[in-house]
C-alpha cells in the first residue's frame, strides 16, 4: 500500500518543529548544534520522501549524499569553535558570545 | 497501521528525546538512535546508498566528535544537578505538547498533496547521477571538504604559548 505523502509532509513538520525548539529553548552551544542536526535530518528525510514519491530516487539520493558531506563539515566546524570559546571562556552558553569581539 | 508509519513515529520520538534529555551524552546517543531510524527509513523507501552513508557517517563519525567535545569540555560535575534538571523541564515540557496537538491537527487536515507525475524516461542510476551529470558542484563540494579540513587544523591546534 502506497503511503500518502501528506505523511511525510506532518512527520517531518514534527521534526522541523522539534529542532527549532531545541535551537531556540537552550543557551548550550552545543545543544543548539544539535538542534541543527535534527533540522538538517528533518530536511534529508523529506528529500528522500519527495524522490521516492515523484519517481526520481536517483537524484534525491545524490543531493542527500551531499547534504551529509556538507552536515559533517559544518559539525567539525561547529564543534571545534565551540572547544575554542569553551578554552576561552571555561563556558558553553550562548550568553558568553556577547564577549565576544567583532 | 503500515510500518512506515511506526518507523516515521520512532524517528519522532527519538528527536524528541534527544532535544529533550538533560545530559548531553544522552543527547548525543539520541542524535545517533534519530540517524538509525532515518537510515532505515530510507532503505524501506529505497534509498540503500543514502542509507548506508546517514548510517556509516551520522550516525557513526559525528556521533564520535560529538562524544569527543563532551568528554574535552565537561571538566566537573553539576552541584546543581536537579535544579537546572528542573529548570530545563519547565523549558521543555510544552514540545511534546506541541508535537502531539500539531500532528493530530495536520492528521486531521490532511490536505490533498499530489507528487509530480513520474518521468516517462527511465532513470539513470544513483551513481550516475552522483558523477555523472554533476560538474561544477562537485568542485564546490571537494572546496567544502577542503575548508572542513583546515578549518579543524585551525581550531583543534594547540596554543603555541603553552595552552591547550
Known amino acids: ?102 | 497501521m503500515s510500518v512506515m508509519t511506526i518507523l516515521l513515529i520512532l524517528l519522532v520520538l527519538a528527536s524528541l528525546w534527544t532535544a529533550t534529555t538533560f545530559l548531553l551524552l544522552r543527547a548525543a546517543i539520541g542524535l545517533a538512535l534519530t540517524s538509525v531510524m532515518l537510515a532505515i527509513i530510507m532503505y524501506d523507501l529505497g534509498a540503500g546508498l543514502a542509507a548506508v552513508i546517514e548510517l556509516s557517517v551520522c550516525a557513526g563519525l559525528i556521533s564520535v566528535v560529538f562524544v569527543s567535545v563532551i568528554s574535552l569540555t565537561q571538566r566537573k560535575p553539576f552541584s546543581d544537578y536537579f535544579e537546572r534538571r528542573a529548570s530545563r523541564l519547565r523549558r521543555f515540557w510544552p514540545l511534546p505538547v506541541i508535537l502531539f496537538v500539531v500532528g493530530i491537527g495536520l492528521s486531521l487536515v490532511s490536505a490533498p498533496v499530489t507528487p509530480a507525475a513520474a518521468p516517462a524516461t527511465p532513470q539513470p542510476d544513483v551513481r550516475t547521477f552522483l558523477w555523472s551529470t554533476r560538474q561544477l558542484d562537485l568542485f564546490g563540494q571537494i572546496l567544502i571538504l577542503l575548508s572542513g579540513v583546515f578549518g579543524v587544523l585551525v581550531l583543534f591546534k594547540r596554543n603555541e604559548k603553552g595552552g591547550e
Open chain 1, 1 to 102: 500500500m502506497p503511503v500518502p505523502i501528506w505523511l511525510y509532509i506532518t512527520f517531518f513538520v514534527l521534526i522541523v518543529i522539534d529542532g527549532l525548539y531545541c535551537v531556540l529553548a537552550t543557551y548550550n552551544l552545543l545543544r543548539i548544534l544539535i538542534g541543527l542536526e535534527i533540522l538538517i535530518k528533518a530536511v534529508s528525510f523529506f528529500i528522500i520522501a519527495c524522490g521516492a514519491a515523484a519517481g526520481r530516487l536517483a537524484l534525491a539520493q545524490s543531493i542527500v549524499i551531499t547534504v551529509i558531506v556538507i552536515e559533517v563539515v559544518v559539525v567539525v566546524i561547529g564543534a571545534g569553535a565551540i572547544l575554542g570559546f569553551f578554552r576561552r571562556y571555561d563556558s558553553m552558553s550562548v550568553r558568553n558570545t556577547r564577549e565576544m569581539k567583532g
